[in-house]
Every structure is written in structure tokens, then in C-alpha cells.
Nanobody, 122 residues
Framework: QVLLVESGGGSVQAGGSLRVSCAIF????????MGWFRQAPGKEREGVAT???????NYADSVKGRFTISKDNAKNTLYLQMNSLKPEDTAMYYC????????????????WGRGTQVTVSS
């Protein structure tokens, strides 16, 4: 069974940076698709970025050029580096894992962490 634990969220001013991490227990990220999703109050959960077993990445248009997803297979950890943060990036950020299709849609992802809050003030 895969267990995911996020950390690193917090509050930052617009234009600042944060890095959130996801510790992966029970599996190695080298053999599985991992993703970051976010959900703001009153909004649907949306895909932010994914990285597959080959290291191929995919990003939502809203974060391209500002966010970077990466993984450290030796540390069993997934990261999301967030730069040039905007107030609209404020949300709960979740990491997720799937053995299925590696897409920005949440439906193939069967394992989820509990999330870490990111708040960006203007």
C-alpha cells in the first residue's frame, strides 16, 4: 500500500516562492506516476503537474513557467517548486499516485495525501 505525506506549505507574499514535498511510503516513485493537485475553497480539485516513471512532466497552463515538479527516487520524495506565486495559487495542495494514466485529471489517481495548505497574500 502506498502512503503519501505532504509537507512544506505555508504563507507567502505574492511573487514569493515555496517548495512543497511529498514523502512516499510503500513504493518507489521511479515506477509510478505522481501528481500534484490543488483545491481552493468552493472550487473543484484541479491538476497542477504530473511526472511519470520516465521523468516526463506535464503542467497546467496556469502554472507553466512558474512551477516545477521533480522527484528524488533515492529519497522516495516528490517535490513541487513554486515560484512567482500569485494569490490565485492559494489552495490545499495534494500529492497523488497512480498506476494508471498519467494525466492532469484526478480520476486515475487512487492514492492521495492529506494535503498541505499554501496561502499567497497580495
Amino acid at each position: 500500500q502506498v502512503l503519501l505525506v505532504e509537507s512544506g506549505g505555508g504563507s507567502v507574499q505574492a511573487g514569493g516562492s515555496l517548495r512543497v514535498s511529498c514523502a512516499i511510503f510503500g513504493y518507489t516513485p521511479s515506477n509510478i506516476c505522481m501528481g500534484w493537485f490543488r483545491q481552493a475553497p468552493g472550487k473543484e480539485r484541479e491538476g497542477v503537474a504530473t511526472i511519470d516513471e520516465y521523468g516526463t512532466t506535464n503542467y497546467a497552463d496556469s502554472v507553466k513557467g512558474r512551477f516545477t515538479i521533480s522527484k528524488d527516487n533515492a529519497k522516495n520524495t516528490l517535490y513541487l517548486q513554486m515560484n512567482s506565486l500569485k494569490p490565485e495559487d492559494t489552495a490545499m495542495y495534494y500529492c497523488a499516485a497512480t498506476f494508471g494514466r498519467c494525466v492532469l485529471d484526478a480520476s486515475p489517481f487512487g492514492t492521495w495525501g492529506r494535503g498541505t495548505q499554501v496561502t499567497v497574500s497580495s
